[in-house]
């Protein structure tokens, strides 16, 4: 099983980028579970937002209304759009996917694959 992460780059404040995560070997569907997490450098890791097999999304607080989480079964992929983006939102974004539920969709050890991260640049 892999991760695939793509679409990160260089963009000035107030600009929108979009990622792409694509998996191999197994479908989305197959996963419960599915979120884009970022690091920002010297931080920990942290929660973006996810979408459950239903179709139910989540967000952090930091990108509620700004950054939309979605897939397309038929690419079998999860995108992550990204407007207004701010210097703050600066690090590298690394895609998960959950085989089974355990509860928290924010925390890191909820998810079982990752994919290898693409980098994310907001210039001020």
């Known amino acids: 099983v892999q991760l695939q992460a793509s679409g990160g780059g260089l963009v000035q404040a107030g600009g929108s980028l979009r990622l792409s995560c694509t998996t191999s070997?197994?479908?989305?569907?197959?996963?419960?579970?599915m979120g884009w997490f970022r690091q920002a450098p010297g931080k920990e890791r942290e929660f973006v937002a996810a979408i459950t097999l239903s179709g139910v999304t989540y967000y952090a607080d930091s990108v509620k209304g700004r950054f939309t989480i979605s897939r397309d079964v038929a690419k079998n992929a999860v995108y992550l759009r990204m407007n207004s983006l701010k210097p703050e939102d600066t690090g590298v974004y690394y895609c998960?996917?959950?085989?089974?539920?355990?509860?928290?969709?924010?925390?890191?050890?909820?998810?079982?694959?990752w994919g290898q991260g693409t980098l994310v640049t907001v210039s001020s």
């Open positions: 070997g197994r479908t989305i569907s197959s996963y419960i579970l």
């Open positions: 998960a996917a959950a085989s089974r539920y355990r509860g928290r969709h924010y925390s890191t050890e909820s998810y079982d694959h």
